[in-house]
């Protein structure tokens, strides 16, 4: 069964840490993205990447920067956590011009106090 | 301001009754997707539809496009318990491979 792994369902973090979620799949994806999704605001895009070592900014990257050193491995990495980034954080992928759609992961509830 | 316009945004209705959900845009998308999301979870893709006018039925479920490929509808007959979720529509655009997400439409079916 063709998947997306993230690495944690919940987090909880101290303002100011460095926070790394992951996010594999194992369906050999060019294309990965990371979206955090809010209540009333829906899914907004961070970043995403198209090929390995390739990034490129979304809609609300502030904050933020990825790692993608393998295919398979999208790493979304908070520099330094704020209470305004306490979100459900979803990685997805998918193939070629996007057809099939994305395939998306459980997601991450991140809160940071 | 979201690219795609869903409504309602919320709705609670009686198992057994049929609903009509809109995602809307000034946009032109080369496809559309519909998905649902389960509290916890991440969306599941429902359907991909390509050509102007096209209908698709999935069970209880039937998609359209609209012939301008700006809009999409998502009509649900007779509906259970379990289409409870969270309705997401997504477009992508001739460039690019990137879905731009509706802003969702929140299902309750009661039992």
């Known amino acids: ?14 303002t100011g840490e460095k926070v790394f979620l992951e996010c594999v799949q194992d369906m050999d994806h060019e294309n990965m993205f990371w979206y955090r999704q809010d209540p009333g605001l829906g899914l907004r895009l961070i970043y995403f990447s198209y090929d390995v070592k390739m990034k490129e900014k979304g809609d609300i990257p502030e904050g933020y920067s990825v790692s993608r050193e393998k295919k398979e491995r999208f790493s979304l990495i908070l520099e330094s956590a704020s209470t305004n980034q306490t979100s459900m ?4 992928s998918s193939f070629g011009q996007g057809y099939y759609g994305y395939t998306f992961g459980s997601g991450t509830r991140l809160t940071v106090v | 301001t979201q690219l795609l316009e869903q409504s309602p945004q919320f709705l ?7 609903l009509t959900v809109y995602c809307n845009s000034s946009s032109v998308f080369s496809s559309l997707q519909w998905y649902r999301q389960e509290p916890g979870e991440g969306p599941v893709l429902l359907v991909t539809v390509v050509t102007g006018g096209e209908v698709k039925k999935l069970k209880r479920l039937t998609f359209q496009f609209g012939d301008a490929r700006k809009d999409s509808s998502l009509h649900i007959t007779a509906a259970q318990p379990g289409d409870t979720g969270l309705y997401l529509c997504a477009g992508i655009k001739n460039t690019g491979n990137q879905f731009y997400f509706g802003t969702g439409t929140s299902l309750t079916v009661i039992p």
């Open chain 1, 89 to 92: 954080y979803l990685c997805a």
């Open chain 2, 12 to 18: 609670s209705i009686q198992e057994g009754e049929n």
């Open chain 1, 1 to 14: 069964d063709v998947k997306v792994t993230q690495s944690s369902r919940y987090l909880v973090k101290r």
